[in-house]
């Protein structure tokens, strides 16, 4: 099963990935109507990517009333039917990361669903702080980072400084 995997530090701010999510989705180039959004924070200029998590426990899908929410047992993403979607944003509501959210005309309801199983965000990314990877090589990634910063800290503290990472 693959997953769509954020490194904030990696993330260089271009917006790009927001570009290529709106024109795929919508075939205009409107970041208003990206299912993808990069938060800046200017205290340390840092962006910061959010999306659709595909949580595995989808508050959006428990309160849809219309079943037009529903998780893809293959793929384990939560896909919106908009036939079936009869607008009552109880999904927008319920979402704990504010993934799910209404189209720059107000008509439609928009979530991420991996554009099907090629995310055009992660096409474009040229920082590489989107990654579609099977979730035991992010598993794995995240553990070697982790390890990286362990032995950094040991290096700086074998040399007698103090650990900076
Ligand atoms: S807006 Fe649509 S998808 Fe969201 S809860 Fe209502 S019917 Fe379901």
């Not at 693959?2 to 709106?22: F, I, N, R, T, Y």
């Not at 319920?94 to 005309?105: E, M, N, T, Y």
Request: glycine share 8%; hydrophobic share 35%.
């Amino acid at each position: 099963m693959k997953v769509l995997v954020v490194d904030p530090l990696k993330c260089a701010g271009g917006k790009s990935c927001e570009l290529a999510c709106s024109y795929y989705r919508t075939g205009k180039f409107n970041i208003a109507d990206s299912r993808i959004k990069v938060h800046f924070f200017p205290e340390d200029l840092s962006f910061v990517p959010t999306l659709c998590m595909q949580c595995k426990e989808a508050y959006c899908v428990q309160v849809c009333p219309t079943g037009a929410l529903e998780r893809d047992a293959s793929t384990g993403v939560v896909t919106l039917d908009q036939d079936t979607c009869i607008g009552c944003k109880q999904c927008i509501v319920a979402c704990p990361w504010g993934s799910v959210k209404l189209s720059s005309d107000g008509e439609t309801v928009m979530k991420c669903d991996n554009c099907g199983g090629d995310p055009a965000c992660v096409k474009v990314c040229d920082s590489g702080a989107l990654a579609y990877v099977e979730i035991d090589d992010a598993v794995s990634h995240k553990q070697r980072d982790t390890a990286d910063k362990y032995a950094e800290i040991a290096r700086q503290m074998s040399r007698g400084g103090e650990a900076h990472v």
